[in-house]
């Protein structure tokens, strides 16, 4: 929907990741005056590799964190940097850094930091500086004239200082709040329990035996990355149906078992299993997840999170109520997220310059329920409802905004990699067929690919 006025905004973005900085930049286009809050000392959001995770809950159980990233050290893209990049700024390969296809996080970093300087969004940005309450200052107004109270931290002075803003952009991402089981005994268990957000190398479980519990994609490349230097590495899943490429992955390594669901924690160090096999074990990985979580905003309970979702929200951005003085971006995962995210940093920016109009409240609570009952009805769980997997969505959000659809080769590209990282988990980064599509080879004589060389590109 296209609106007439043209208006500049006093407007506050929480999270210097990737979609904050695209947010900063596309609401900067638009006019806007912005603030962007980053409670670390640099950009990158998840991928701001931070070591020093002593100090932190080792269960992740304090709503305000003091490590937000939950990188590890070996940790490379399950998706190679050709669909990583944003639309207009591509991810290219640059000299004297990680030239890998499926590089390491410290190379999406540096990356970040490139678009970061090339487009000078730094004046915008508050380092070391937390957000610690957002509210509405002037709660039962029209939407259209609503205002929020951010009150933020200096991380070194602790110094808080209190602003009022015209529209808050949530830009905090989804990898930050550790999810934990439910397990029979977790709170008798002795020895050293650990969520995977402070997992950072293998060399502390050296000659150790280690239950990781979950087999998803951290849960598997932590136990490959721990084989090489614990005991015994025992795998918990809810399924014992595996890939083919996982089985030949446990059959390469001797030390790594696949296990079924714990039944209960012994206070002695036993791990018993459904099954009924047991191992003592030195410590407990639960690569188990996360959930969503903003601690410092209150909107009188008109966004909650509920069992995974977040919401009401407007195509998994905006609360009916709120819109378009509040959006969250980068809720939806399972999606190529760069160029979604800057779809929708572009439309949240039109919304509050006037240029685009979203539908009335009623409409959009009709959508939100809509969308909801077409979950259950396919059997979703709620937990899973912004785990989209779906590139016709990707596609129809743009049309919101008119923005160009996920190229084909994109698409072609993700496939690929999921089906190879299936197949073969361990080593299919570096064994990747340049040949997988024609379309591949037109994407890399793209003018995107071209027009930014190493002479004239800070990347």
Same mark, same amino acid.
């Given at each position: ?94 000299? $004297? ?54 009150? =933020? ?64 994609? =951290? ?78 905003? $209150? ?27 509040? =959006? ?117 004589? =793209? ?8 002479? $004239?590109?800070?990347?």
């Amino acid at each position: 929907m296209v609106a007439e006025t043209n208006q500049s905004k006093n407007v506050c973005v929480i999270g210097a990741g990737p979609s904050g900085l695209v947010a900063a930049r596309e609401l900067r286009k638009e006019g806007h005056k912005v603030v962007v809050f980053e409670q670390n000392h640099d950009v990158g959001g998840q991928w701001l590799y931070q070591p020093n995770v002593e100090e932190e809950d080792p269960l992740g159980r304090n709503p305000f964190l003091k490590v937000y990233s939950s990188i590890y050290e070996s940790l490379r893209l399950i998706s190679p940097r050709e669909i990583m990049g944003y639309t207009d700024f591509p991810f290219l390969v640059k000299k $004297d850094r990680d030239t890998r296809r499926f590089p390491g996080a410290r190379e999406l970093h540096l990356y970040l930091k490139d678009f970061c300087e090339w487009f000078g969004l730094r004046e915008m940005i508050r380092y070391n500086t937390r957000v610690d309450y957002v509210g509405m200052l002037n709660y039962g107004v029209s939407v259209n004239d609503l205002k929020w109270i951010v009150r =933020s931290i200096e991380k070194k002075s602790e110094k808080m200082t209190e602003e009022v803003f015209d529209a808050v952009v949530v830009a905090t991402g989804h990898y930050a709040q550790p999810k934990l089981p439910s397990i029979k005994g977790m709170d008798v268990w002795k020895r050293k329990q650990m969520h995977s957000h402070i997992y950072r190398h293998p060399e502390p479980f050296r000659d150790e035996r280690v239950v990781v519990v979950g087999n998803s994609y =951290s849960g598997q490349d932590i136990s490959m990355d721990l084989a090489e230097v614990a005991k015994e590495v025992h795998i918990s899943s809810r399924s014992l149906n595996i890939t083919e490429g996982f089985s030949k992955v446990l059959s390469k390594h001797e030390n790594l078992y696949l296990r079924p669901q714990i039944e209960t924690l012994q206070e002695d160090g036993r791990v018993v299993f459904v099954d009924g096999s047991c191992v003592i074990a030195d410590v407990i990985l639960y690569c188990t997840g996360y959930s969503y979580a903003f601690p410092f905003l $209150d909107t009188k309970g008109m966004v909650v999170v509920d069992d995974g979702r977040v919401g009401p929200l407007y195509e998994h951005t905006f609360p009916p109520s709120l819109a378009p003085s509040l =959006s969250f971006i980068g809720v939806p995962k399972k999606i190529i997220g760069f160029p979604f995210f800057e779809c929708q940093a572009k439309w949240i920016a039109q919304l509050l310059s006037g240029k685009r109009a979203l539908p009335s409240r009623d409409e959009m609570m009709e959508s939100i329920r809509e969308f909801y009952q077409s979950r259950e009805a396919a059997g979703i769980p709620k937990e899973n409802t912004h785990d989209i997997g779906d590139f016709e969505y990707c596609d129809k959000y743009s049309d919101y905004i008119g923005f160009p659809h996920l190229e084909e080769w994109r698409k072609v590209l993700c496939r690929s990699a999921i089906i190879s990282g299936i197949v073969n988990p361990e080593t299919y980064r570096d064994s990747w067929d340049d040949d997988t599509s024609e379309l591949l080879q037109e994407a890399l004589q =793209s003018p995107h690919f071209t027009q930014l060389g190493f002479e $004239d590109s800070p990347m």
